[in-house]
């Protein structure tokens, strides 16, 4: 069963970096693709982007000016960035494992960020 769960500070002030940790435990991120999602208060999902079993990564359009995807595979683990926040990125950020690309097989719990100053 594999278990994602994300960490990192629940308050960034605007302008500031966003950055959230998805550790992962009982499956390898070498395999699989592994995104970030959000969900806005009041609002649908919203994919940011995903890194690959190989360490491709692939972006919204709408956010790729400003998002980062990185993995540390020793540690297992995969990290979002994202830059120059503002009130409009507040929402709870989930990491996900997809078995491919259209699909979502495990979720972590999500985890709430608040932008404000």
């Known amino acids: 069963q594999v278990q994602l769960q994300e960490s990192g500070p629940g308050l960034v002030k605007p302008s500031q970096t966003l950055s959230l940790t998805c550790t992962v435990s009982?499956?390898?991120?070498?395999?699989?693709?592994w995104k970030w999602i959000r969900q806005p208060p009041g609002k649908g999902l919203e994919w940011i982007g995903t890194?690959?079993?190989?360490?491709?990564?692939y972006y919204s359009p709408s956010l790729k000016s400003r998002t980062s995807i990185s993995r540390d595979t020793s540690k297992n683990q995969f990290t979002l960035q994202l830059t120059s926040v503002t009130p409009e990125d507040t929402a709870v950020y989930y990491c996900?494992?997809?078995?491919?690309?259209?699909?979502?097989?495990?979720w972590g719990q999500g985890t709430q960020v608040t932008v404000s100053s």
């Open positions: 890194t690959s079993n190989s360490g491709g990564t």
């Open positions: 996900a494992r997809a078995p491919n690309w259209g699909s979502i097989g495990s």
């Open positions: 009982g499956g390898s991120i070498t395999t699989n693709y």
